[in-house]
């Protein structure tokens, strides 16, 4: 074993996987779960998994709480549940997160299999993100519009992007998505800013200009008078690098 696909359930490496099967490659698929990506993504796992890669024989490789409890943090809670065990928040300067969740967990499986090359599905627009790594849409020149023309093309829904439901680079777009699709998660986020700002004794809330308390605010007063164009003019996500 050489080579291994990095899977987000995201856009990008589910249009890389597809290229790549459809061009010959067969190898493992293997996604880093920290437990707390939103459940749109877990279900269009299970739908690509079903619909796509079931008919050619392919799976994919979970890392789950046992792979997590392997790794270098040796703790297989979710990153959920880390956080409301210690009462912290993510924090964008650092990324533990991305690193004790995502990359950590994935390089450890990789280390006990071989160390294959991670292949990585970074479109070419983001290419600047992920600098000596093997990017095989970036190789091709392809963009994200590319990779929704690829998945298109297969018969398949677009998956929604990729990413943990308390990420500190999601925008007021993204948490009012969260708030109106599942109100249960947002309160969950919510209280745990709570109990991370009564430990530390100051204000800790996992995006820098904002509580959601305060987002919730707005979102009650305010969102049913904003249009989509209204929404989309808002703070815009911006991914980690574990998102793709």
């Not at 698929?29 to 796992?45: A, F, K, N, R």
């Not at 007021?172 to 969950?188: A, C, N, S, V």
């Not at 430990?199 to 904003?226: K, M, N, P, W, Y």
């Amino acid at each position: 074993m050489s080579e291994l696909i990095s899977f987000g359930a995201g856009v990008n490496s589910t249009a890389m996987t597809i290229m790549l099967v459809n061009q010959g490659w067969s190898g493992p698929i293997v996604m880093s779960d920290p437990g707390v990506e939103w459940p749109e993504t877990y279900c269009y796992l299970t739908y690509f998994e079903r619909e796509w890669l079931a008919p050619r024989g392919l799976a994919v490789t979970i890392l789950g709480a046992d792979y997590r409890a392997l790794g270098p943090g040796r703790d297989p809670r979710t990153l959920i549940e880390y956080c409301e065990h210690y009462r912290v928040t993510p924090f964008p300067a650092q990324r533990w997160c991305t690193a004790g969740w995502k990359t950590d967990v994935l390089d450890h499986w990789c280390a006990a299999n071989g160390n294959p090359t991670q292949l990585v599905g970074m479109a070419a627009d983001e290419a600047h993100r992920q600098k000596g790594r093997a990017c095989p849409l970036i190789d091709r020149g392809i963009d994200r519009k590319g990779c929704i023309k690829i998945i298109q093309a297969e018969g398949l829904d677009v998956p929604q992007k990729s990413g943990c439901w308390i990420c500190p680079f999601m925008g007021k777009r993204q948490w009012h998505e969260l708030y109106r699709r599942h109100p249960d998660l947002f309160e969950r986020a919510a209280r745990l800013e709570e109990a991370a700002t009564e430990r530390r004794g100051i204000r800790s809330s996992i995006h820098r200009d904002f509580t959601l308390r305060e987002l919730e605010v707005q979102f009650r007063d305010q969102g049913a008078f904003l249009g989509d164009d209204e929404m989309d003019s808002l703070l815009e996500y911006r991914p980690c690098i574990c998102s793709l």
